[in-house]
C-alpha cells in the first residue's frame, strides 16, 4: 500500500503514461543485490550460489537469486561480501574514490556506501565514515569490521562540528542523506508509514544543512557526491539547485552513466544550470530501486588543508611481541591506544581528541593483565596466521563456531579460525579444546 498523498503527486510528475509503468513496478519483487569484498576473495575455485547477473555499474555487484539467503551463509559473517540493494550501490561509484585520497562518508551508516569505498580505496588512504546517531555507529563500526578495513575512522558527530575541525580536507565526500524514503516503499514498510508531505519538507530543509557543512570540508578541486533514495524534486533538484545557487563554485559535473536516467530541472522552480546533468534512478528503468544521485565538482582555488596529526602512542610489550608473530605484514599507520585498547590508526590520521570515536582504523587488540587479546577485528582483516584451523564453509563445526561453542583440535594458543580458507575469527588452542573467542553480540542462537 502506498501512503495517501503519494501516488498523486506522482502522477503529476510524471504523467498518465509513465506513471502506469512506474505503479507497475510496485507489482514486481524488489531487487536485492550483494557486494563481494575484494579484501577477503573467495578461494579459487569457489562461487555464491546465490549470484545471478553482475550489478552493471559495479564490477563487484551482484543480482541475488529470489528467495536465496545470502545473510545466512558463514561467509557473510567472514565479510566476504555486503548485502546491497543495486541501486544503492551508484552514489559510491560515481564518488570515483581513489586509493590513497582522504574520503568523508558523513551519513554513513548502516555502512554499504563505506564498505564500497573501502573497497575502491584499497586499503590506502583515509576514510572518515560518520553516523551522527550513536546506535547506528556501532552498527556501523561492526560493519566495517566484518569487511576487514584497516583504513576507516568511524565517527559519530554532527556535520556541523566536523565542518569546524576538517574545512578543506578531503578530496571526496559522500552525502548519503536522510531522505523521506520514496524509492524503499518496494523494500521498507517503515518508509511507507512515516511518510508524508511534512516529512518530506522537513527532510529537505535538513539536506541543506547537511550539503552546506560537507561543502566546507571539500578541498578546492574536490568531488562531492549527493544522493538518496527519493523521488521528491524538492529533497532532490530542489536541495542541488538551492546549494547551487548558493555556492557558486561548485557545478553539477558530467559523468557518463548510461545506465541512470537524467534528474528533471523541469520539476523546480528557478533550476540552477547543469542540473540535468544529475540523475534519477527509476525502478520502472532499471533493475534496482529508486535513487537520485548529482556529482558536485568544486572549483575554489587554492590548495587542499591539513590539521594536526594524531601522535603515535607506543603500542605495550606484548601486543608488538603479538603482532610481530604475525607473518602478513601490518598496514602503514600510527599505533593509538585507548585505555587499554590499541589501534593501527591509518597514516596521517588527524587528531582526534574531542570527538566521537568509535573505532581508530584497525583494532589491534588489548592488554588484560599484562596478557595481549587479538581484536576480532585482526582477525578479520587477516588472510594468514602461522596458526590456523580450518573447517568447511557448510559444515557443523562453523556452524557450532558462530554459535559460541567450543571446537575440537590440536593447535595450541591464538589460532585464527578460517571458513573454507576466510578468516572468521580467534579460537585459543588447550589440551585438545579449542575454545571459542567469536564475539558474544554476533552469536547466531541457532
Ligand atoms: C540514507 S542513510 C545512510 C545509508 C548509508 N550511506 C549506507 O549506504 O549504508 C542516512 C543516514 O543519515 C543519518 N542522519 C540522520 N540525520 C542526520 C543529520 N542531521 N546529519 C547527518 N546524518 C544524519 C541517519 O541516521 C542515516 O543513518
Given at each position: 500500500?502506498?501512503?495517501?498523498?503519494?501516488?498523486?503527486?506522482?502522477?503529476?510528475?510524471?504523467?498518465?503514461?509513465?506513471?502506469?509503468?512506474?505503479?507497475?513496478?510496485?507489482?514486481?519483487?524488489?531487487?536485492?543485490?550483494?557486494?563481494?569484498?575484494?579484501?577477503?576473495?573467495?578461494?579459487?575455485?569457489?562461487?555464491?550460489?546465490?549470484?545471478?547477473?553482475?550489478?552493471?555499474?559495479?564490477?563487484?555487484?551482484?543480482?541475488?537469486?529470489?528467495?536465496?539467503?545470502?545473510?545466512?551463509?558463514?561467509?557473510?559473517?567472514?565479510?566476504?561480501?555486503?548485502?546491497?540493494?543495486?541501486?544503492?550501490?551508484?552514489?559510491?561509484?560515481?564518488?570515483?574514490?581513489?586509493?590513497?585520497?582522504?574520503?568523508?562518508?558523513?551519513?554513513?551508516?548502516?555502512?554499504?556506501?563505506?564498505?564500497?569505498?573501502?573497497?575502491?580505496?584499497?586499503?590506502?588512504?583515509?576514510?572518515?565514515?560518520?553516523?551522527?546517531?550513536?546506535?547506528?555507529?556501532?552498527?556501523?563500526?561492526?560493519?566495517?569490521?566484518?569487511?576487514?578495513?584497516?583504513?576507516?575512522?568511524?565517527?559519530?558527530?554532527?556535520?556541523?562540528?566536523?565542518?569546524?575541525?576538517?574545512?578543506?580536507?578531503?578530496?571526496?565526500?559522500?552525502?548519503?542523506?536522510?531522505?523521506?524514503?520514496?524509492?524503499?516503499?518496494?523494500?521498507?514498510?517503515?518508509?511507507?508509514?512515516?511518510?508524508?508531505?511534512?516529512?518530506?519538507?522537513?527532510?529537505?530543509?535538513?539536506?541543506?544543512?547537511?550539503?552546506?557543512?560537507?561543502?566546507?570540508?571539500?578541498?578546492?578541486?574536490?568531488?562531492?557526491?549527493?544522493?538518496?533514495?527519493?523521488?521528491?524534486?524538492?529533497?532532490?533538484?530542489?536541495?542541488?539547485?538551492?546549494?547551487?545557487?548558493?555556492?557558486?563554485?561548485?557545478?553539477?559535473?558530467?559523468?557518463?552513466?548510461?545506465?541512470?536516467?537524467?534528474?528533471?530541472?523541469?520539476?523546480?522552480?528557478?533550476?540552477?544550470p547543469g542540473l540535468e546533468h544529475a540523475f534519477r534512478l527509476w525502478p520502472h528503468r532499471l533493475r534496482g530501486e529508486g535513487h537520485f544521485a548529482a556529482v558536485l565538482r568544486s572549483h575554489a582555488d587554492g590548495a587542499r588543508q591539513d590539521v594536526?596529526?594524531?601522535?603515535?602512542?607506543?603500542?605495550?610489550?606484548?601486543?608488538?611481541?603479538?603482532?610481530?608473530?604475525?607473518?602478513?605484514?601490518?598496514?602503514?599507520?600510527?599505533?593509538?591506544?585507548?585505555?587499554?585498547?590499541?589501534?593501527?590508526?591509518?597514516?596521517?590520521?588527524?587528531?582526534?581528541?574531542?570527538?566521537?570515536?568509535?573505532?581508530?582504523?584497525?583494532?589491534?587488540?588489548?592488554?588484560?593483565?599484562?596478557?595481549?587479546?587479538?581484536?576480532?577485528?585482526?582477525?578479520?582483516?587477516?588472510?594468514?596466521?602461522?596458526?590456523?584451523?580450518?573447517?568447511?564453509?557448510?559444515?557443523?563445526?562453523?556452524?557450532?563456531?558462530?554459535?559460541?561453542?567450543?571446537?575440537?583440535?590440536?593447535?595450541?594458543?591464538w589460532t585464527l579460525l578460517t571458513a573454507g580458507g576466510l578468516s572468521l575469527g580467534w579460537v585459543r588452542g588447550a589440551d585438545g579444546i579449542l575454545k571459542n573467542q567469536y564475539p558474544k553480540g554476533l552469536r547466531r542462537l541457532r
Amino acid at each position: 500500500m502506498l501512503p495517501q498523498g503519494f501516488p498523486e503527486r506522482m502522477l503529476h510528475l510524471l504523467g498518465e503514461a509513465e506513471f502506469a509503468e512506474f505503479l507497475a513496478s510496485y507489482e514486481r519483487p524488489r531487487s536485492a543485490g550483494l557486494r563481494l569484498n575484494p579484501r577477503k576473495p573467495l578461494p579459487d575455485g569457489a562461487s555464491l550460489p546465490f549470484c545471478e547477473a553482475q550489478v552493471p555499474w559495479e564490477p563487484n555487484g551482484y543480482y541475488v537469486c529470489e528467495g536465496s539467503r545470502p545473510g545466512l551463509h558463514p561467509w557473510h559473517d567472514a565479510g566476504a561480501y555486503y548485502l546491497q540493494e543495486p541501486s544503492a550501490m551508484a552514489p559510491a561509484h560515481l564518488l570515483d574514490a581513489q586509493p590513497g585520497e582522504r574520503v568523508l562518508d558523513l551519513c554513513a551508516a548502516p555502512g554499504g556506501k563505506t564498505t564500497q569505498l573501502a573497497a575502491a580505496m584499497q586499503g590506502r588512504g583515509l576514510l572518515v565514515c560518520n553516523e551522527i546517531h550513536p546506535r547506528r555507529a556501532q552498527v556501523l563500526a561492526s560493519n566495517v569490521e566484518r569487511l576487514g578495513i584497516p583504513n576507516a575512522l568511524v565517527l559519530s558527530e554532527h556535520p556541523a562540528k566536523l565542518a569546524q575541525r576538517f574545512p578543506g580536507y578531503f578530496d571526496r565526500i559522500l552525502v548519503d542523506a536522510p531522505c523521506s524514503g520514496e524509492g524503499m516503499f518496494r523494500k521498507e514498510e517503515a518508509a511507507v508509514t512515516d511518510w508524508s508531505e511534512a516529512t518530506v519538507a522537513m527532510c529537505a530543509a535538513r539536506q541543506q544543512e547537511i550539503l552546506a557543512s560537507a561543502a566546507e570540508m571539500l578541498a578546492p578541486g574536490g568531488r562531492l557526491v549527493y544522493s538518496t533514495c527519493t523521488f521528491s524534486p524538492e529533497e532532490n533538484e530542489g536541495v542541488i539547485s538551492a546549494f547551487l545557487h548558493a555556492h557558486p563554485a561548485f557545478s553539477v559535473e558530467p559523468v557518463e552513466a548510461p545506465w541512470f536516467s537524467p534528474a528533471r530541472p523541469d520539476w523546480i522552480s528557478d533550476p540552477a544550470p547543469g542540473l540535468e546533468h544529475a540523475f534519477r534512478l527509476w525502478p520502472h528503468r532499471l533493475r534496482g530501486e529508486g535513487h537520485f544521485a548529482a556529482v558536485l565538482r568544486s572549483h575554489a582555488d587554492g590548495a587542499r588543508q591539513d590539521v594536526p596529526t594524531e601522535r603515535p602512542a607506543q603500542l605495550p610489550a606484548a601486543a608488538a611481541d603479538f603482532l610481530r608473530n604475525c607473518t602478513q605484514p601490518l598496514p602503514d599507520g600510527v599505533p593509538v591506544c585507548f585505555g587499554s585498547v590499541c589501534y593501527l590508526a591509518p597514516a596521517e590520521t588527524p587528531a582526534l581528541s574531542g570527538l566521537r570515536v568509535l573505532r581508530a582504523g584497525l583494532e589491534l587488540g588489548e592488554l588484560r593483565r599484562d596478557r595481549f587479546s587479538p581484536a576480532h577485528a585482526l582477525a578479520l582483516w587477516l588472510h594468514t596466521y602461522p596458526q590456523t584451523a580450518d573447517f568447511p564453509a557448510g559444515g557443523p563445526e562453523i556452524a557450532a563456531y558462530l554459535r559460541g561453542e567450543t571446537l575440537h583440535g590440536t593447535q595450541r594458543g591464538w589460532t585464527l579460525l578460517t571458513a573454507g580458507g576466510l578468516s572468521l575469527g580467534w579460537v585459543r588452542g588447550a589440551d585438545g579444546i579449542l575454545k571459542n573467542q567469536y564475539p558474544k553480540g554476533l552469536r547466531r542462537l541457532r
